[in-house]
């Protein structure tokens, strides 16, 4: 009996149980597996043949035989017999499309703890399978053909793969590729390890091993955008390989702890990697940047990274290498935290604009120059508020090894000492320079090794240094800097502090402090605070916005916000962003891989002011045939923010077309309130305030109330609620 039950197997694929569908073999044409049968149970290799679509609709459940991972010969073939553990082998492509209340499962089929099945590994010709709203669990490694491993979840040697909203749980690999073809991008994912073990050769598992192929050198690098995804647990994150330029986009890691990576060492072919609005709490892995090349330029911006726990844990480090121009800025640290650079004479690094608080252990800077030596980068570190907060008396604010970085303009406070300085003999020099720092130390000890040379000019000391003769100390402030208020955490500046108008100028400071606020030299002389804050200034002027899908209202994140010649922002996971340009007047261009580009322009930006953008994308699915401004055909939608508001809101809209416009408000009954424009308006991005008063200057009572904007014989409305 069990002789025929395997012919049947091979010809026809599938055999009915009593408790599911018992499929294996080949798979010869287009086959729909839909929830009906639950489970499928691959008991033999499952081949999906080349131009053959495997589609699996919302709620089934693959289960695969696995078998015991301590014996990894349960996983490969021996003399022309399977491994116990079986697999699916994709020459055609499977169309895994679940839902978030019907999910798609792979998994094993036995129960036991320590069974694992062998994943599913899609061959190099095969088309481009997709997977959305699956959840695949349980996989190890598996020969597909004799001594050739396939070593995650989805080993796609195609080079190309589609995956959105899966969860990859108590895997090897969850996906894995050493012949990436084309860009990749994965959102909305949960990646997990539960801390689980591998006999050898396998040490730990890994969530993300992705590479192109070494030879031949494509004509550019892939672009790899990992967004809204979330990890946990204990694995090397990836992706780590050849000829990629990451992108790691408002991700969330908790409780992740990194094991040790591909060592990249300091080969250009490894790509540039980018991190922007991401969140680390605990755990050991923070957020940064690397530059391939001296041409590259990256980022690490408006990252969070807290870790509130022991000292004797690996603190989350932020930072910044390579051989290009890197800016780390407007990130926040809290607790077990450092940022640390270890290339800082290869690369440029402007690190700015981040607030650091450190609870435990001892220097919260880190600067060192590894192999190779001076390439003529060099380490800024300006405009930062830097806080020691914790127990620790032997804390410091920094160590520096065979590196000369520039530290200016920041605001160090509650430190002991100064640091520690040195360079190893034979290796390059180590010259630090302090300059119009606020640096408040209880002690002042600086320890130096082989220190070349140093400045400590123009700060504000709250106690004197401790006199060593390698630093030269010159038109330093003894003084209490005077802050608005410590017990809230404001350590902007009082009038009366001797900080405002003390600090030199540099040239390489920018026109804006810690809060994005102007730096002032007052009466043309050339002068500035000392400090992160610059006093009594106004805010350099903004755009503060939201983006959200046209057909349906909903906020869109991950939009990448573009001005010229400016770094790019971000929409988060709310759909807003928050983009300090400066006065000027824009065109901005919003783009993501699955909507239309919209580019606004005449964006108007007043100093001291945010200018109101609500930007509508349309999707891909949608036509849009200039793919940057919607049909004149259409009006634009209206927005308002806030929205209920009190007492005032500003309504907002982006005109396709210049015209003649009436922009009016209504109460619920129909009546005219109040007409707040009528006349031409150029192309563009337009606001108007309302201030909830009628026409006669009369504030009017809470309730809904519409907006209505006419341009010839076309018009929307859009609703606005009133709450006192």
């Given at each position: 009996?069990?002789?025929?039950l ?8 599938t055999v009915?149980?009593l408790?599911g569908l018992?499929?294996?073999?080949h798979?010869?044409?287009d ?9 499928y ?7 999906i043949d ?5 589609t ?15 014996n990894?010969f349960n996983f490969?073939?021996?003399e022309g017999?399977q491994?116990?553990?079986?697999m699916?082998i994709v020459?055609g ?10 999910p ?5 089929y036995?129960?036991?703890i ?7 590994y ?6 481009v ?6 959840e695949?669990r349980?996989s ?6 004799p ?13 190309i ?7 990859f749980?108590?895997n090897l690999?969850a ?6 073809q084309?860009?990749l991008?994965l959102?909305?994912?949960k ?8 006999p050898?050769p ?5 969530f993300?091993?992705l ?7 494509p004509?550019?690098n ?6 809204k995804?979330?990890?946990t ?13 990451v ?6 890691m908790q409780?992740?702890t990194s094991r ?7 080969r250009?072919?490894?790509g540039s ?11 050991n892995?923070?957020?940064g ?9 990256v ?6 990274m807290i870790k509130?726990t022991?000292?004797g ?5 932020m930072?910044?290498s390579?051989?290009g ?7 926040y640290?809290?607790?077990n935290?450092r ?6 004479n290869a690369t440029?690094v ?26 003529g ?14 127990t620790s008396?032997?804390?410091r604010i ?7 970085p520039?530290?200016?303009n ?8 100064l640091?520690?300085?040195y ?7 180590c010259?630090?320079n302090f ?9 002042g000890?600086?320890?130096?090794h082989n220190?070349?040379?140093g ?5 504000c000391?709250?106690?004197?240094i401790?006199?060593n003769?390698q630093f030269t100390?010159?038109?330093?402030i ?8 410590t017990?809230?955490?404001?350590y902007?500046l ?6 405002i108008?003390?600090g ?7 026109a804006f402090?810690i ?5 002032i030299?007052?009466n043309?002389?050339r ?14 002027g903004g755009?503060?916005?939201n983006v959200?899908?046209?057909?349906t209202?909903?906020?869109?994140d991950?939009?990448?916000i ?6 790019p922002?971000?929409?988060d ?14 065109e901005?261009?919003?783009s993501?891989?699955d909507y ?7 964006v108007?930006v007043?100093?001291?002011?945010d ?5 509508p ?8 045939e200039?793919e ?7 009006l634009p939608d209206l ?7 009190n007492?005032q809101?500003?309504?907002?809209f982006i005109?396709p077309?210049?015209?003649t416009?009436?922009l009016?408000?209504?109460?619920l009954?129909?009546?005219i309130?109040?007409?707040l424009h009528?006349g031409?308006l150029a192309?563009g ?19 809904l ?9 076309k018009?929307?409305i859009?609703k606005?609620m009133?709450?006192?």
């Amino acid at each position: 009996m069990k002789r025929i039950l395997f012919v049947l197997l091979l010809t026809s694929t599938t055999v009915v149980l009593l408790f599911g569908l018992e499929v294996g073999g080949h798979i010869t044409q287009d086959t729909i597996w839909s929830p009906e049968n639950n489970p499928y149970i691959i008991n033999s290799f499952l081949y999906i043949d080349a131009e053959v679509t495997l589609t699996i609709l919302p709620g089934t459940q693959v289960r695969c035989t696995g078998a015991d991972k301590s014996n990894i010969f349960n996983f490969m073939w021996d003399e022309g017999a399977q491994p116990l553990s079986k697999m699916m082998i994709v020459n055609g492509r499977i169309n895994a499309v679940g839902t978030p209340d019907m999910p798609i499962l792979f998994d094993k089929y036995q129960r036991d703890i320590d069974y694992r099945w062998g994943g599913i590994y899609i061959g190099p010709d095969a088309q481009v399978s997709t997977f959305e709203y699956c959840e695949f669990r349980n996989s190890f490694f598996c020969d597909y053909v004799p001594g050739t491993w396939s070593l995650a979840a989805i080993q796609f040697d195609n080079g190309i793969v589609k995956v959105r909203s899966c969860v990859f749980e108590n895997n090897l690999g969850a996906l894995h590729t050493g012949f990436l073809q084309s860009d990749l991008l994965l959102y909305d994912c949960k990646f997990i390890s539960l801390n689980d073990s591998y006999p050898n050769p396998f040490a730990f598992p890994g969530f993300l091993g992705l590479s192109a192929a070494p030879q031949p050198v494509p004509e550019q690098n892939y672009q790899v955008t990992i967004a809204k995804c979330y990890f946990t647990g204990a694995a090397s994150l990836g992706p780590v390989g050849y000829y990629m330029d990451v992108l790691r986009l408002n991700n969330v890691m908790q409780d992740f702890t990194s094991r040790d990576e591909q060592a990249q060492g300091i080969r250009s072919e490894y790509g540039s990697s980018y991190s922007y609005g991401n969140i680390s709490y605990n755990g050991n892995k923070g957020w940064g940047c690397r530059s391939a090349t001296e041409t590259d330029t990256v980022y690490a911006r408006r990252n969070r990274m807290i870790k509130p726990t022991d000292p004797g844990d690996t603190p989350i480090s932020m930072g910044g290498s390579g051989f290009g121009t890197n800016y780390v800025s407007d990130n926040y640290m809290y607790g077990n935290v450092r940022v640390q650079t270890l290339m800082t004479n290869a690369t440029t690094v402007y690190m700015y604009n981040n607030i650091i608080e450190k609870t435990h252990g001892y220097e919260v800077l880190r600067f060192e120059n590894r192999p190779p030596s001076n390439q003529g980068g060099q380490m800024r570190f300006f405009n930062n508020l830097v806080r020691y907060i914790g127990t620790s008396e032997s804390n410091r604010i920094a160590i520096v090894r065979n590196s000369s970085p520039l530290l200016y303009n920041n605001s160090f406070i509650g430190f002991r000492n100064l640091g520690t300085f040195y360079a190893y003999p034979d290796q390059d020099s180590c010259e630090v320079n302090f300059t119009n720092n606020i640096l408040d130390l209880s002690r002042g000890l600086t320890e130096s090794h082989n220190f070349n040379a140093g400045y400590i000019l123009n700060n504000c000391l709250t106690n004197p240094i401790l006199e060593n003769s390698q630093f030269t100390y010159i038109d330093n402030i003894i003084a209490d800097p005077v802050f608005a208020d410590t017990l809230s955490g404001d350590y902007s500046l009082q009038a009366e502090s001797p900080c405002i108008d003390a600090g030199i100028f540099r040239p390489d400071l920018p026109a804006f402090d810690i809060r994005y606020h102007k730096r002032i030299s007052p009466n043309g002389v050339r002068a500035v605070d000392i400090g992160a804050y610059e006093y009594n200034s106004v805010y350099i002027g903004g755009i503060n916005g939201n983006v959200y899908d046209a057909e349906t209202g909903e906020v869109v994140d991950c939009v990448k916000i573009e001005i010229r010649q400016k770094l790019p922002e971000f929409s988060d996971t709310l759909g807003c962003f928050q983009y300090p340009t400066g006065a000027g007047i824009y065109e901005v261009r919003a783009s993501r891989w699955d909507y239309h580009d919209r580019v606004i322009r005449n964006v108007t930006v007043i100093e001291g002011e945010d200018t109101i953008l609500s930007i509508p994308l349309r999707p891909l699915t949608v036509s849009n045939e200039d793919e940057q401004i919607p049909s004149g055909s259409l009006l634009p939608d209206l927005k308002n923010y806030p929205n209920p508001f009190n007492p005032q809101t500003t309504i907002s809209f982006i005109l396709p077309e210049a015209g003649t416009v009436k922009l009016s408000l209504y109460n619920l009954k129909g009546q005219i309130v109040k007409v707040l424009h009528h006349g031409p308006l150029a192309a563009g991005n337009h606001n108007f305030v309302w201030n909830g008063c009628d026409t006669n200057g009369r504030a009017v009572s809470s309730g809904l109330y519409f907006a209505r904007i006419e341009q010839g014989n076309k018009h929307r409305i859009h609703k606005m609620m009133l709450m006192k």
